[in-house]
């Protein structure tokens, strides 16, 4: 399935955010894809917002992981936009985030892309016509009951 959204500034990329959160469970992986100021970081704010989170979101910087608490559900925000290394990521145990408990919300997900689990929401975000305006669409690999 396949979304698509024009949001027209800031504060409505976080109003999709915190509608975009109502979807998610305490097992979703959200992998966000887009160039430099695309509002990763700004839609990933409002799916905290949604998500009841009440600490400061931003993306890590010194870190590649901010961990928050949600009112039902720990939230993990990662931002690989510096990683260096694949290794990195079995510092941090990246695999428990992704298979344990709590939404894993992902910026620069391409810089990882081959650890990705298939069963994720992807977020792409582009430049839209002009300075305020971002394309957003967002498509879930339907699961696969059993
Ligand atoms: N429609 C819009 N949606 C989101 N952000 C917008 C919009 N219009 C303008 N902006 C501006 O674009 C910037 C988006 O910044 P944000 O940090 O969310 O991007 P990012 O994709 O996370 O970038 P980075 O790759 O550097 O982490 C902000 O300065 C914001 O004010
Ligand atoms: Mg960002």
């Not at 887009?34 to 949604?50: A, E, S």
């Amino acid at each position: 399935m396949m979304q698509f959204y024009k949001t027209h500034s800031e504060d409505e990329t976080i109003t999709l955010g915190v509608e975009f959160a109502k979807r998610l469970t305490i097992k979703s992986v959200v992998t966000l894809f887009g160039d430099l100021g695309t509002g990763k970081t700004r839609f990933i704010k409002g799916v905290c917002k949604g998500l009841g989170v009440q600490e400061h979101v931003a993306s890590p910087t010194f870190t590649l992981l901010n961990e928050y608490t949600g009112k039902e559900m720990n939230v993990f925000h990662f931002d690989f936009y510096r990683i260096k290394t694949i290794s990195e990521l079995d510092e941090i145990g990246f695999d428990e985030y992704l298979y344990g408990d709590g939404v894993c919300l992902i910026e620069w997900a391409d810089r990882v892309k081959a650890l990705l689990p298939s069963n994720r929401i992807d977020v792409f975000l582009k430049l839209g016509e002009d300075e305020n305006t971002r394309e957003i669409s967002v498509h879930e690999i339907a699961e696969v009951e059993s």
